[in-house]
């Protein structure tokens, strides 16, 4: 027992080896007023012999091979049981020891300064294990040590301060670095934690117990974990400024980050890039949250799954008051940035996701028709539910099926305020695809600018959906999406409606600008009518009634089949006190060059300038129905066509074509359209035309060169 004493070597130092199998270095009591060890080499015993006693020869101390299963257990170290003891400029080399560290403090202070432990083996426990007192590490390093818990060091009691550290190529069970299941710890300074790697939990470092667990400086770099690539936790822990977990951190879930449970706070700048894992690229919060109070990145990471920066599983929760930015992101699978499983529930503030990706990088985009089972959420896949409560931006992701947001059945998605969806890519839904019963919700703005899909939908795909809600005192609008980018017949070049219930789109998007807005593909060869249509909305319902109102603006969409602007599968519009003004202009390259209506069209008190409005090869000037058309209301339908070689339709009906009944109430107005027959309206059912007003239209039989009806063409009969 050592009760005072100071050791000092001089220049390179002195060299102290256990004494025999079995027997420690010191073990320092808690009599002891101070113990200072400067600039000394601790060895394990069995170099007694070596050549390395000659000081010249110093090279071979990182190689060892010991026979553990022979061991009596202690080889070496120093076990402090009390008093104030500090190690500076101490170098342990190729120690072990079966139970307890190669230093185990118990109590009293003990501060490592500028210490080196190099090769040193830990059966069970850590290279350091503190289970008491108070340990300080200041700039020390751990080279390629190992233990069960914490290959570096292993905290189970007592608190434990890291400032400067350096921990490479350390490994363990649990907690390649650090193992902390007790006690307090905080790492401050700048802490390096570089390919350090475990069988199990925390590449880096395991946290399974203690309290008031901080980080802040520290960089985490190659560490690798089955779950939690260089953090695991499940305590409370707290993420301070000057955090960066890059290089390649992996693991099967979180490469970088698992929380377990509880709450892990982000009060700091924290950096994850270029992490990856089979699910949670970077992180992975399986029964815990996240609070997030200061702006934070995830650039780059990749997950083999879903989740490619965050996976939230299953009760897990995310409360965040600041920026989070997502760049360049990839999953596998599903969610390229953000995966949110069921039960799932997440409060965001400002977000950017950016260049994120859901999807097999290594595979071409499957064929037209191909049945999609992953691929999905370009930025973002919600099967639980997710809310933004700042700004939220989405440029230019992309996937299989909802190139920035897919919502899944049972999903809810909230947009508490501005929403912009600008560049993103998909087969299908080139912003947002929703599923089943899942439910988007839009408080404020949203504006839907230059998203693409391949086949439908270029901006929103809405194949099932509970709840679909806008403001109706906001405009939404919907500029230059494009549903046929790499040539296909897509349809619905903003938005396509699959889901039931297709009122819900019109009922609460009350105010909407779509202009430029584009579908179908003029190469393309059409083998049906529903190929190619919608410029601007595709409704493939069928059943249910839409509605517009006075609340559109339609400017430069276009279809490269039918419906220039809208196109109706099955169902029934009405066009209700619709006023379309001189801006309005929609072009189809086939019938509708507005609205092409599988059931019925009815114009009730509109007031629409048609001038910019054409079928251009085929019927329908502007409406096409498959059913009836009614005009009513003392409704007004104009354009300048007769007065001008142009011609509103390429073929019959300049501004309406019925394939069924046509009835033209009171007061209508119907002037200036030109077609080759029926040069307002054509009606292949009976047309009824009661005290209405249809002046200055035209028609030109082209092939024949006579007229066909310049007013109206009823090819069954004409009532007036």
Request: with cysteine; charged share 15%; net charge negative.
């Amino acid at each position: 027992l050592i009760n005072s004493l100071t050791i000092q070597g001089a220049n390179a130092g002195i060299k102290i080896f256990a004494p025999s199998e079995g027997a420690r270095h010191f073990v320092i009591g808690d009599a002891v007023p101070d113990l200072t060890l400067k600039s000394i080499t601790l060895r394990k015993n069995d170099d007694i012999n070596d050549d390395d006693n000659n000081d010249d020869d110093d090279d071979d101390d990182d190689d060892y091979d010991y026979d553990y299963e022979e061991s009596t257990g202690v080889n070496g170290g120093i076990g402090i049981e009390g008093s104030n003891v500090t190690f500076s400029g101490v170098t342990f080399t190729g120690l072990k020891n079966k139970n307890g560290g190669i230093v185990d403090i118990a109590g009293g202070t003990v501060t490592f300064s500028n210490t080196t432990f190099t090769s040193c083996y830990v059966e069970k426990d850590g290279i350091v294990n503190v289970t008491g007192g108070a340990a300080a590490f200041n700039g020390s390093t751990f080279t390629s040590c190992q233990a069960e818990n914490g290959g570096a060091v292993n905290v189970t009691g007592g608190t434990a301060d890291f400032d400067s550290m350096t921990f490479t190529s350390c490994s363990a069970d649990n907690g390649g670095a650090v193992n902390i299941s007790g006690g307090t710890a905080a790492f401050s300074g700048v802490n390096n934690f570089s390919r350090n790697s475990v069988s199990e939990n925390g590449g880096a470092v395991n946290i399974t117990g203690g309290s008031n667990i901080t980080f802040a400086d520290a960089t985490f770099s190659n560490n690798s974990a089955d779950l939690g690539g260089a953090v695991y936790t499940d305590q409370a822990l707290t993420l301070h400024s000057g955090i960066s977990f890059s290089s390649e951190n992996k693991a099967k879930k979180g490469g970088a980050l698992y929380i377990a449970s509880r709450i892990t706070a982000i009060d700091g700048t924290v950096n994850f890039t270029g992490n990856t894992a089979s699910d949670g690229g970077a992180v992975y919060v399986a029964d815990g949250g996240m609070a997030v109070n200061y702006e934070t990145s995830f650039t780059g990471n990749t997950a083999s799954g879903n989740g490619g920066a965050v996976y939230f599983d299953r009760r897990s929760t995310i409360t965040a008051n600041a920026k989070m930015t997502f760049n360049g992101n990839i999953a596998a699978k599903n969610g390229g940035a953000v995966y949110i499983s069921e039960l799932s529930e997440n409060n965001f503030s400002e977000v950017l996701f950016e260049n994120n990706f859901a999807g097999n990088t290594n595979e071409v985009w499957p064929e037209e028709g191909t049945e999609l089972s992953d691929g999905f959420g370009g930025a973002l896949y919600v099967l639980g539910t997710a809310g933004f409560n700042g700004t939220a931006d989405f440029d230019t992701n992309s996937a299989l099926n909802g190139g920035a947001a897919y919502i899944a059945s049972r999903g809810a998605l909230t947009f508490n305020d501005t929403a912009d969806f600008d560049n993103n890519i998909a087969v299908n839904g080139g912003a947002v695809y929703t599923a089943g019963t899942s439910s988007i919700v839009f408080k404020k703005i949203a504006a839907f600018d230059s998203n693409k899909a391949r086949d439908n939908g270029g901006a929103l795909m809405i194949m099932g959906v509970q709840v679909f809600d806008f403001d109706g005192n906001q405009t939404y609008t919907f500029t230059n999406n494009i549903a046929n980018y790499s040539g296909n017949n897509g349809s619905g070049g903003a938005v396509y409606w699959g889901a039931s219930n297709p009122s819900q789109l019109t009922q609460n998007l009350k105010s909407a600008v779509f202009s430029g807005n584009k579908a179908g593909n003029t190469n393309y060869s059409y083998t049906s009518q529903d190929q190619g249509g919608g410029g601007a909305l595709f409704i493939a319902s069928l059943d249910g009634t839409i509605e517009i109102g006075d609340g559109y603006t339609f400017t430069n969409n276009s279809a490269n089949n039918n419906g220039g602007s809208i196109y109706l599968k099955t169902i029934s519009i009405t066009f209700n006190s619709t006023v379309l003004d001189s801006s309005t202009s929609s072009q189809a390259y086939n019938d509708g060059g507005f609205v092409y209506a599988g059931g019925d069209i009815t114009f009730d008190s509109v007031n629409i300038d048609c001038t910019k409005i054409k079928a251009v090869n085929g019927s329908g000037g502007f409406a096409y129905a498959k059913g009836t058309v009614t005009v009513t209301g003392g409704s007004k339908l104009y354009s300048n066509a007769s007065t001008s070689t142009a011609r509103n339709a390429g073929q019959e009906g300049g501004c309406i074509y019925s394939e069924g009944e046509a009835e033209i109430d009171t007061n209508t107005v119907l002037y200036g359209f030109r077609a080759t027959s029926g040069g307002a309206v054509y009606s292949c059912g009976i047309l009824t035309i009661i005290s209405s007003d249809i002046h200055g239209n035209s028609a030109l039989d082209i092939d024949s060169g006579s007229m066909g009806g310049g007013a109206v063409y009823g090819r069954n009969a004409v009532n007036i």
